[in-house]
Nanobody
Framework: QVQLMESGGGLVQAGGSLRLSCEAS????????MGWYRQSPGKQRALVAD???????SYADSVEGRFTISRANGRNMVYLQMSSLKPEDTAVYYC?????????????WGRGTQVTVTS
């Protein structure tokens, strides 16, 4: 059983910063890509950023230049540094990890952490 736990969400004013963390725990053989999605009321869950083991990253256009994703492979953790936050960044943020096993791979999700940006 593998669990992902997010932390670091909260309430912040526009222009402020937050750092989200996510730790994968349990029986883990190997992790491929890790990343963050977000979902706001009435909208579909959308990719924010992801990072592969080699360190290559990708970002949604809406957060490029403001958010930075990083990972600590030895600790099975992924981070999202969010700066210059805007009210439209308000959402529940979910982390994921692609678990690699001998028999099959799977994508595991955290339960989400709320980020609220006030104007």
């Amino acid at each position: 059983q593998v669990q992902l736990m997010e932390s670091g969400g909260g309430l912040v004013q526009a222009g402020g910063s937050l750092r989200l963390s996510c730790e994968a725990s349990g029986t883990i053989f190997s992790i491929g890509a890790m990343g963050w999605y977000r979902q706001s009321p009435g909208k579909q869950r959308a990719l924010v950023a992801d990072i592969i083991p080699g360190g290559s990253t990708s970002y949604a256009d809406s957060v490029e230049g403001r958010f930075t994703i990083s990972r600590a492979n030895g600790r099975n953790m992924v981070y999202l540094q969010m700066s210059s936050l805007k009210p439209e960044d308000t959402a529940v943020y979910y982390c994921y990890a692609d678990l690699i096993r001998a028999a099959s791979n799977s994508r595991n999700w955290g339960r989400g952490t709320q980020v609220t940006v006030t104007s």
